[in-house]
């Protein structure tokens, strides 16, 4: 799918009257965005129309070499080596990099708009929104492509250009700032932009930074940074009322009921209570079946095909194309037409990319590394309710004894993070989260390969790898940005 190249930004798209229109989603009137209905047009950009799943997914230890008789795809297949990959198609860490700046490019727009009209009456809520996108970009950007936050450690190692004004001058310089930096502007933009939120400003809020989005992003990011009280506070507020069992999504009822074709369809919808952002991207991901790194048997057996913690299975729906290719059917493609009468056109995905089920895991964890064991349990048991079959918690209650036994673990705050992990490998299998849990917590990973010409049986990514952080775009050196070491 060929795409237009921007060396970095692309800023300049929307000073200038020659705007590409990119499938059927022209921006709107944007050579002069001078009305709060613009800037709310404007902003629907200010999203990463780019997937990050295919990459993290096979670079995490949640894919496997499903064996010789699947296809070999530079997509998948360079991640799993982790080796980079320069291409700029769709579902590629070039591709992401682009649509990250685009979408800050956005958002640095709307903010101008905002701040140079002479009436702000109504804009509140779209500059709330243009700060939480710009930081949940800066975000995705520094934890893909820059090395992690350390709590309470050094975080000098070189960052992401932080960009908070359009570009004027083509390839204008840069500097990528250290981690510390980053993270600093990012916590700036949530602070200033939480308060100014407002659901009521959008027809669909689930496509917006709408209050619980807003907090859900607010939660993972101070998880990030080690801040565990407010991840409580803003994970708390994702749910009122700790009402999580209600909006967690049903695998055990609803979702155990579909068809295939039903889930899906329905994974993805805005009407899902889990659901609280998703972003529409230009992505083959939903079709990726028949590639040879994913999840497979190995990963099934031990996650679905044998109990966990509990004593019990999950009760996931789980679909196979044959073993060992397995898929839980969470992503359907949206084949977008270039025209009306066109045969041809582009795939779409959509991806929940902030959901209930993540912000609770995340308390746990939270809870679990201050000291607050009970509040914990309480969490991975909620979790439980709608993973496990008729959960009986009397009988399939996580305890600190379960989890000593089950894992093996003495400390139980090691033991309840390393169960909140578990959970989180499981549950979201095919949707690339695994990889924020890895470098985060400089996770090692090995790869097991079958019968691969010029490689070992196992290759390792130890904690401190250079390959780790996925390689910024070689153009981006034109604007005085130093690529990552390799």
Known sequence: MKKLYISLFALALFTTGGCKKYLEHAPDQRTEVNTVDKVAQLLTSAYPQANYIAFTEAASDNAEDRGAGYSLDRISTLPFMWQDNDDTDNDTPTDYWNASYQAI??????????????????????????????????????????????PAGDNSSPGVPYVTTPEKVVSQQYTRGTVASVYEAIEKDITEGMPLIQNQAYDVPKYHFNVAAAHAFAARFYLFKGDYAKVVENASAVSPGNGFGTILRPWTTRYRNYTGEEMLTNFTQATEPSTLLLIETPSSWARTTGARFGYGQVLFGQYFGSNNVTGSRWGHGVYTYGVPNYTFLKFNEYFVKTSQNATIGYPYTIVPVLTADETLLNRAEAYANLGQNDLALQDLNTFCTTRIASFNPATQGVTLAKIAAFYGLASPKEGLVKTVLEFKKAEFAQEGLRWLDIVRLKIPIKHSIVKFVGLPDVIELPADDKRRLFQLPSQVKLSGIEQNPR
């Open 105 to 150: 490019a956005a958002a640095n727009q709307a903010l101008v708009a905002i701040e140079e009209a002479a009436d702000k009456t109504g804009y509140s809520p779209y500059k709330g929104e243009a700060l939480l996108a710009r930081a949940y970009a800066h975000f995705m950007l520094v934890t893909l492509y820059a090395k992690s936050y350390t």
